[in-house]
């Protein structure tokens, strides 16, 4: 009899939590979105956010098998925000992922909540080394980039072109502090050097004093990491202040990408690197192309790219767990091992976290950065203090 009554409460408890977890992996997957939807970068949250959806509607609505809920916090590109902003997400709406952000000391705040709550978190754009580097973790990938990646191969190429003294110029936080770091260190390797660099406070635009101080000085070129609004308005202003003409501008791709059409003539023939070119032409990225074209009657750019590789890169993971989370282990080696077939080529992502790929140099035509060569091929970040 007691045997019985302990048998059917083990039976029925065995029962409870097959259906838990079958309860589990049937319920939506629950996404938390923390984007930037105003502000300077308002722009490429909504890039973002429509690529990563773009990839799930492919897919039939479902990652892994489970349909997807998505909720949704505007992070405003606000640092001193943003542990508030990922707090609701992971404990007011308990987001089973974090996807987010495009500032890169946002992004630092996610990746240490995303550490201390073990929530997974995947990175659409911001590069801060630190996230894949110190900070790295099992939970946490990226389909982007390092600020380092494009800055280092933009040094390579202007060493090559014969720069010899240089300028930088950028806002004053992690993405522009370190896109010129790894532009020094590229453009040191092939001979030249950096003799002044020039910040200004994120998301500031007064650009004036600093273009004179370009000007006085007459640097072989200038390396400039600004992005979004604020890129399109350096960009404008650089010119209006008659430098294209003697001082050739280079940046990391996000100086004209998703901006072409409001910088106009200011941005022809600028060289720029980065991990994506609109023409490449092959089967995916031509097909990616023309369903993003269809689904939001817009041309997509390097932060189109990332969106819809954050998706697949999520896919990847879940697909190998049957969209069960709790098999962290299982998800995160999926997350890594599995080559990306994205728009930008196929890359792999590195034991760190991040994708190891090619960067290109491209040329502005049009509203076009258009292919030149593969400036650095399989560019993997240093990883410092990585210890995984
Ligand atoms: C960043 O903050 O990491 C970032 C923002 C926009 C473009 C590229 C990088």
Request: glycine residues 10%.
């Amino acid at each position: 009899m007691t045997t019985n009554v302990g048998l059917t409460i083990s039976t029925m408890l065995l029962g409870l939590v097959s259906s838990g977890s079958a309860l589990a992996q049937g319920a939506p997957l629950k996404v938390g979105l923390m984007l930037p939807y105003t502000g300077t970068y308002a722009s490429i949250g909504v890039t973002i956010e429509n690529a990563f959806k773009l990839y799930v509607q492919e897919q039939g609505g479902k990652l892994g098998g489970r349909e997807i809920q998505y909720f949704k916090v505007d992070d405003e590109s606000d640092p001193s925000k943003a542990t508030d902003n990922v707090n609701k997400l992971i404990k007011r709406d308990n987001v089973d992922v974090l996807v987010g952000s495009v500032h890169s000391g946002v992004a630092l705040a996610m990746a240490n909540a995303a550490r201390a709550n073990n929530t997974l978190l995947v990175i659409p754009n911001a590069g801060a080394e630190a996230i894949t580097g110190a900070l790295c973790a099992r939970n946490i990938v990226r389909s982007s980039f390092t600020n380092w990646q494009p800055g280092y191969a933009m040094g390579i190429v202007a060493g090559q072109k014969g720069v010899k003294r240089a300028m930088t110029i950028t806002w004053n936080y992690a993405a522009g502090v370190e896109s010129t770091r790894g532009f020094t260190e590229g453009l040191e390797k092939a001979g030249g050097k950096v003799i002044k660099d020039l910040n200004l406070p994120f998301p500031g635009v007064e650009f004036q004093a600093l273009l004179t101080e370009i000007a006085a000085q007459k640097p072989d070129g200038v390396y400039a990491f600004f992005a979004g609004g604020g890129a399109v308005k350096f960009v404008k202003d650089y010119a209006a202040a008659g430098l294209a003409k003697t001082i050739p501008l280079y940046g990391p791709g996000f100086l004209t990408d998703g901006t072409l059409e409001a910088q106009g003539a200011s941005a022809q023939s600028m060289l720029t690197t980065l991990h994506y070119a609109d023409d490449l032409s092959t089967p995916k990225n031509n097909a990616f192309r023309k369903a993003y074209a269809i689904a939001y009657k817009a041309q997509p750019d390097v932060y189109a790219v990332q969106g819809y590789d954050a998706a697949q890169i999520l896919a990847n993971g879940l697909r190998a767990v049957n969209g069960d989370l709790s098999k962290r282990e299982q998800l995160a080696v999926a997350m890594r091992k599995t080559p990306v077939d994205s728009p930008r080529g196929k890359f792999t992502i590195s034991p760190a976290g991040n994708p190891v790929q090619d960067i290109y140099l491209r040329e502005v035509r049009g509203n076009n950065n258009v292919f030149v060569s593969i400036a650095v091929k399989a560019l993997s970040d240093p990883a410092r203090g990585c210890k995984l």
